[in-house]
C-alpha cells in the first residue's frame, strides 16, 4: 500500500469528514500541515489574527450551521490561546475538532521551544483529547475525533499533533469501521420512561416546558412545537434555547431565569409539571434551587445521563436524543385526542395574565438611544432573519430578550462560560458559512475590543458583518450588579477611555458609524445594510440602562426586581403570586 | 458512605490522569486507588474508593462513564451482590528486645508475614479487608508504628460473574448506564 505522509492523512481525513473550511493560524510546528493546505484548494482557510478567535469563529460556524467546526493551531502558545474558546465550546455542547502543533514526540516533556501540555491542559474542559504518537494511528483518530465531537452530547475534541507525526509516513487505511468500546451514547429513550412521562402530561393542570440548547443540537424544534401545541404546554427556554420554539408563538413565555421574563419565572413557580428538555438547570436558570418550581413534578430529558439530577432531584429521568423521544411523546399523546382544549383554560388564562400584568418593557426617550430600542430595530429591519452573535453583558441580555427569535441557529452566544470577545470571531464564522445571510455582533465596547483584531479577518475575506456596538462606556453587566449590590460604588467599571471606533474600523479597512441621537439609529442601521463589507457601528446609548427583570443572585427566582427600583427602597420585594 | 468502585478502562497513557482530573474538577475525593493491567492486556482495572452522599457518588459515576476512556463501572457498594475487598500493607513496626515477641504473635493472630527484621523494627505484610487491617495497625501502635505503605483496596464481585462480558460489546448498555432505569436514581 502506498504511504504517505502524516499532513496528507490529515487532509484526506478532513475531505472524508466533508470539511470545507478550517479556521488556523500557522506556526512552526504545524508547517507542513500548511504545507499541506496548499494541495486542497477545495478546502477553505480563514486565517484570523489571534488564536482564540479562530476556536470562537469554528464554534460560531458549529451553532451557525450544525456541522462540527474545525480550529487549526499551532503548539505552545497558540494552543494555550484556544482554551478559553475549548471551555466556551464545552459548556455549551459545541462540536468542535481542534488540531494543535505539539513539539516532536522526544522532545515532549524537554520544555522544548514552544512546548505545552495541552492535553494536560485540556483534560477536564474537552469531551475527549488525544495525543497521537504514531502517523499510522492518525486516520483513526481524526475520525474518531469528528465522531466523538458530534454524537451524542456534542463537545470539543482537541488532537494533539507531534511534529514528527506530521512528518512522518504511513500507509493509509480506510478506517471506514472504528470501535470505541467506551463510548456508546444512548440516543433512543427507554419506552417506560417515555409512557411514564406521557401519563404526567395527562395528569397534569399546571405544566410548563422549559427547553435548552438540546433543542437545537438536536434539531427538534419541530417536535417540540408539535408537542407544545397538542398538548398546549406553555413553553420557555434559556438562553442557548433561543430560536429553537418561535418567538412569537402564544406559548411562549419568554427565557427564564436570572433575566428571565416574569410571565416564565412566575410560570416555572407556580407549575405542577416541569418538563426539562436539553437543558441542564444551569444556576443562571435556577436561581436558589430550593424555589425552583417547588410544587412541580419534573420530567427531565438529556442526552447526557450526568445532567440528569445533578442540580435538581427528577421525577421522570429520560436518557436520549430529543428529537427521538419528543416524536415518540407525541405519537403516544395524540392517541388520547384532544383532551386538553378545555383542561387547560384556566392554565393558560393564568400565564397569560402574568405576561399582560408585567411584559418585558424598557422606557423609551427623545433624547438619548435605549440599548434595547437598537435591537428592536435591528429585528425589525431584518425581519427577523438575521444570524445574532453576541459578546457577554447587558446587550447580550437585551438581545435574548428584545430580539424575538424565531429561527434556530440564529442566536451565537457563550451561555456556560460568558466569555466575552466570542462576538465577532463567532459572527466571522457564521458569516463564513452563509455568506449570503446578514451576520450581527451585537456587542457592548468591552466585549468588543477583546478581539476586536479579527475586524482585520472581516476586511481581508470581504465578510459584511455588522457589528452594533452598544456603547454605555462602562462594563455594564458588572456595573449593574455595583449599582444594585454595592452600594453604587463604581470598582473599576468605567470604559470611559476609549478608541473612536469609527476611526478605528477605517483604520482596519472597515466602515464605522457613529449614532447619538435615537433619531439617526434606523438611518445608521440602514445604512450600515447597504454597504457590502464589515461596518461598525457605535451606539452611544442611556449608561444608567439596566437588564430587567432581575433575580438578585442568591435568591430565587419567585424573587425578581421588575423595573429600576425605586431609589429610596432598595430591597427586593419578593412577588406575591395569585394562588 | 465508603463506597467501592471498580472502573474497567482502556489500558493507554494518561488514563489514570483522566480519572484523577475528573475526581479533582468536580471536587470529588478518592481515599484509595489501585491501578493495573488485567488479564486482557488492553484494559486496565483501577479499583477506587470514595466517600459521598447518595447523589455524589451517583454523579461521580456518570462522570467516570463519561469518559471515553472508560469502558465499564459498576459500584460494588450499591450494587447488587456482595463483593470481596483487599488490601496489601505494610508495616514497620519500632521493636525493641523487650516488645519483639509480642509484635510476633500479633502477626501470627492476624497471619501476617514478617519480611524484614532488623536489631530496631519488624516489617510485617498484612493482607486483609480494611477492618482486619485496621485492626493489626491498631494493635500495633502502642508499639510504634515507624512507617506504613498501602497498596489501596482491590475489590472483586462474589460468584462467577464478571464486570464485562466478551459478548456483550460496550458494557455500556442504556439501561446499566443508570438513569433510565426507573429503579435507579
Same mark, same amino acid.
Not at chain 1, 442566536?411 to 463564513?432: D, E, K
Not at chain 2, 488514563?15 to 478518592?30: D, E, G, K, P, T
Not at chain 2, 459498576?74 to 521493636?95: H, P, W
Given at each position: 500500500m502506498k504511504r504517505r505522509t502524516g499532513a496528507k492523512i490529515i487532509f484526506e481525513g478532513f475531505l472524508r469528514e466533508g470539511v470545507e473550511v478550517i479556521f488556523g493560524y500557522p506556526g512552526g510546528a504545524v508547517i507542513h500541515l500548511y504545507d499541506e493546505l496548499i494541495n486542497h484548494p477545495q478546502i477553505k482557510h480563514v486565517l484570523v489574527r489571534h488564536e482564540q478567535a479562530a476556536i470562537h469563529a469554528a464554534d460560531g460556524y458549529a451553532r451557525a450551521t450544525g456541522k462540527p467546526g474545525v480550529c487549526l493551531v499551532t503548539s505552545g502558545p497558540g494552543a494555550t490561546n484556544v482554551v478559553t474558546g475549548v471551555v466556551t465550546a464545552f459548556m455549551d455542547s459545541i462540536p468542535i475538532v481542534?488540531?494543535?502543533?505539539?513539539?516532536?514526540?522526544? %522532545?515532549?516533556?524537554?520544555? @522544548?521551544? %514552544?512546548?505545552?501540555?495541552?492535553?494536560?491542559?485540556? +483534560?477536564?474542559?474537552?469531551?475527549?483529547?488525544? !495525543?497521537?504518537?504514531?502517523?499510522?494511528?492518525? @486516520?483513526?483518530?481524526?475520525?474518531?475525533?469528528?465522531?466523538?465531537?458530534?454524537?451524542? +452530547?456534542?463537545?470539543?475534541?482537541?488532537?494533539? !499533533?507531534?511534529?514528527?507525526?506530521?512528518? $512522518?509516513?504511513?500507509?493509509?487505511?480506510?478506517?471506514?469501521? #472504528?470501535?470505541? +468500546?467506551?463510548?456508546?451514547?444512548?440516543?433512543?429513550?427507554?419506552? $417506560?420512561?417515555?409512557?411514564?412521562?406521557?401519563?404526567?402530561?395527562?395528569?397534569?393542570?399546571?405544566?410548563?416546558?422549559?427547553?435548552?440548547?438540546?433543542?437545537?443540537?438536536? $434539531?427538534?424544534q419541530e417536535e417540540l412545537l408539535a408537542l407544545a401545541e397538542l398538548a398546549r404546554i406553555p413553553v420557555t427556554v434559556t438562553l442557548l434555547g433561543l430560536g429553537g420554539f418561535p418567538g412569537d408563538h402564544p406559548l411562549f413565555l419568554g427565557m427564564l431565569g436570572m433575566h428571565g421574563t416574569y410571565a416564565a419565572n412566575a410560570a416555572i413557580t407556580q407549575c405542577d409539571l416541569l418538563i426539562a428538555i436539553g437543558s441542564r438547570f444551569d444556576d443562571r436558570v435556577t436561581g436558589k434551587v430550593e424555589s425552583f418550581a417547588p410544587s412541580a413534578r419534573i420530567i427531565h430529558v438529556d442526552i447526557d445521563p450526568s445532567s440528569i439530577s445533578k442540580n435538581v432531584t427528577v421525577n421522570v429521568p429520560i436518557v436520549g436524543d430529543a428529537k427521538n423521544i419528543l416524536t415518540r411523546m407525541v405519537k403516544l399523546l395524540k392517541e388520547h385526542g384532544d383532551v386538553w382544549q378545555a383542561a387547560r383554560k384556566p392554565w393558560l388564562k393564568e400565564v397569560r395574565q402574568y405576561a399582560a400584568e408585567h411584559p418585558l418593557c424598557y422606557e423609551p426617550s427623545k433624547d438619548v438611544i435605549k440599548p434595547q430600542y437598537v435591537i428592536e430595530q435591528i429585528r425589525r429591519l431584518t425581519?427577523?432573519?438575521?444570524?445574532?452573535?453576541?459578546?457577554?453583558?447587558?446587550? %447580550?441580555?437585551?438581545?435574548?430578550?428584545?430580539?424575538? #427569535?424565531?429561527?434556530?441557529?440564529?442566536? !451565537?452566544?457563550?451561555?456556560?462560560?460568558?466569555?466575552?470577545?466570542?462576538?465577532?470571531?463567532?459572527?466571522?464564522?457564521?458569516?463564513?458559512?452563509?455568506?449570503? +445571510?446578514i451576520v450581527f455582533d451585537i456587542a457592548g465596547e468591552g466585549g468588543f475590543q477583546m478581539n476586536v483584531q479579527e475586524l482585520a479577518t472581516a476586511v481581508q475575506y470581504r465578510l459584511p458583518i455588522k457589528v452594533a456596538i452598544l456603547n454605555n462606556h462602562s462594563l455594564g453587566m458588572v456595573r449593574q450588579w455595583q449599582e444594585l449590590f454595592f452600594d453604587k460604588r463604581y470598582s473599576e467599571t468605567s470604559l470611559d477611555v476609549q478608541p473612536d471606533f469609527v476611526r478605528l474600523a477605517e483604520a482596519y479597512g472597515a466602515v464605522g458609524l457613529r449614532a447619538d441621537h435615537p433619531r439617526d439609529v434606523v438611518p445608521c442601521l440602514e445604512k450600515a445594510l447597504s454597504i457590502q463589507g464589515p461596518v461598525v457601528m457605535d451606539f452611544i446609548v442611556d449608561p444608567e440602562e439596566n437588564v430587567f427583570p432581575m433575580v438578585p443572585p442568591g435568591h430565587g427566582i419567585d424573587q425578581m426586581i421588575l423595573a429600576k427600583p425605586d431609589k429610596k427602597a432598595k430591597k427586593v420585594v419578593p412577588l406575591t403570586f395569585p394562588s | 458512605m465508603k463506597n467501592t468502585i471498580s472502573i474497567l478502562v482502556e489500558n493507554r497513557?494518561?488514563?489514570?490522569?483522566?480519572?484523577?482530573?475528573?475526581?479533582?474538577?468536580?471536587?470529588?475525593?478518592?481515599?484509595?486507588?489501585?491501578?493495573?493491567? =488485567?488479564?486482557?492486556?488492553?484494559?486496565?482495572?483501577?479499583?477506587?474508593?470514595?466517600?459521598?452522599?447518595?447523589?455524589?457518588?451517583?454523579?461521580?459515576?456518570?462522570?467516570?462513564?463519561?469518559?471515553?476512556?472508560?469502558?465499564?463501572?459498576?459500584?460494588?457498594?450499591?450494587?447488587?451482590?456482595?463483593?470481596?475487598?483487599?488490601?496489601?500493607?505494610?508495616?514497620?513496626?519500632?521493636?525493641?528486645?523487650?516488645?519483639?515477641?509480642?509484635?510476633?504473635?500479633?502477626?501470627?493472630?492476624?497471619?501476617?508475614?514478617?519480611?524484614?527484621?532488623?536489631?530496631?523494627?519488624?516489617?510485617?505484610?498484612?493482607?486483609?479487608?480494611?477492618?482486619?487491617?485496621?485492626?493489626?495497625?491498631?494493635?500495633?501502635?502502642?508499639?510504634?508504628?515507624?512507617?506504613?505503605?498501602? =497498596?489501596?483496596?482491590?475489590?472483586?464481585?462474589?460468584?462467577?460473574?464478571?464486570?464485562?462480558?466478551?459478548?456483550?460489546?460496550?458494557?455500556?448498555?442504556?439501561?446499566?448506564?443508570?438513569?433510565?432505569?426507573?429503579?435507579?436514581?
Open positions: 481542534v488540531l494543535t502543533g505539539q513539539v516532536a514526540t522526544h %522532545q515532549i516533556g524537554n520544555d @522544548a521551544f %514552544q512546548e505545552a501540555d495541552i492535553l494536560g491542559i485540556t +483534560r477536564t474542559c474537552t469531551k475527549h483529547n488525544y !495525543l497521537v504518537k504514531n502517523t499510522g494511528d492518525l @486516520a483513526r483518530v481524526i475520525r474518531e475525533a469528528f465522531h466523538i465531537a458530534s454524537t451524542g +452530547r456534542p463537545g470539543p475534541v482537541v488532537v494533539d !499533533l507531534p511534529k514528527d507525526v506530521i512528518t $512522518g509516513e504511513a500507509s493509509l487505511e480506510n478506517p471506514e469501521r #472504528f470501535e470505541i +468500546r467506551g463510548y456508546a451514547p444512548v440516543t433512543s429513550g427507554h419506552p $417506560g420512561q417515555i409512557k411514564l412521562a406521557v401519563r404526567e402530561i395527562l395528569k397534569a393542570k399546571k405544566p410548563v416546558i422549559y427547553a435548552g440548547g438540546g433543542i437545537i443540537h438536536s $434539531g427538534s425581519g427577523g432573519q438575521a444570524i445574532i452573535a453576541t459578546e457577554v453583558g447587558q446587550h %447580550q441580555m437585551w438581545t435574548a430578550q428584545f430580539y424575538q #427569535f424565531t429561527q434556530p441557529r440564529t442566536i !451565537l452566544s457563550s451561555g456556560g462560560l460568558g466569555t466575552m470577545g466570542y462576538g465577532l470571531p463567532a459572527a466571522i464564522g457564521a458569516q463564513v458559512a452563509f455568506p449570503g +445571510r | 497513557p494518561g488514563v489514570l490522569a483522566r480519572i484523577a482530573a475528573m475526581f479533582s474538577a468536580r471536587n470529588y475525593n478518592i481515599d484509595s486507588l489501585s491501578v493495573a493491567e =488485567t488479564i486482557d492486556p488492553t484494559i486496565s482495572r483501577i479499583t477506587c474508593t470514595a466517600v459521598g452522599n447518595d447523589l455524589e457518588i451517583e454523579q461521580v459515576m456518570k462522570q467516570l462513564r463519561k469518559l471515553i476512556d472508560v469502558i465499564r463501572v459498576v459500584n460494588f457498594t450499591t450494587a447488587n451482590g456482595d463483593f470481596i475487598t483487599r488490601e496489601m500493607v505494610l508495616i514497620k513496626v519500632s521493636a525493641k528486645e523487650r516488645n519483639r515477641a509480642e509484635i510476633m504473635r500479633t502477626s501470627d493472630i492476624f497471619r501476617a508475614k514478617i519480611v524484614d527484621a532488623s536489631r530496631e523494627s519488624l516489617t510485617l505484610e498484612v493482607t486483609g479487608d480494611e477492618k482486619k487491617v485496621n485492626a493489626i495497625l491498631e494493635l500495633l501502635q502502642p508499639f510504634g508504628i515507624l512507617e506504613i505503605a498501602r =497498596t489501596g483496596q482491590v475489590a472483586l464481585s462474589r460468584g462467577g460473574r464478571r464486570l464485562i462480558d466478551k459478548h456483550s460489546g460496550s458494557g455500556k448498555s442504556p439501561v446499566l448506564r443508570g438513569s433510565n432505569h426507573p429503579g435507579v436514581r
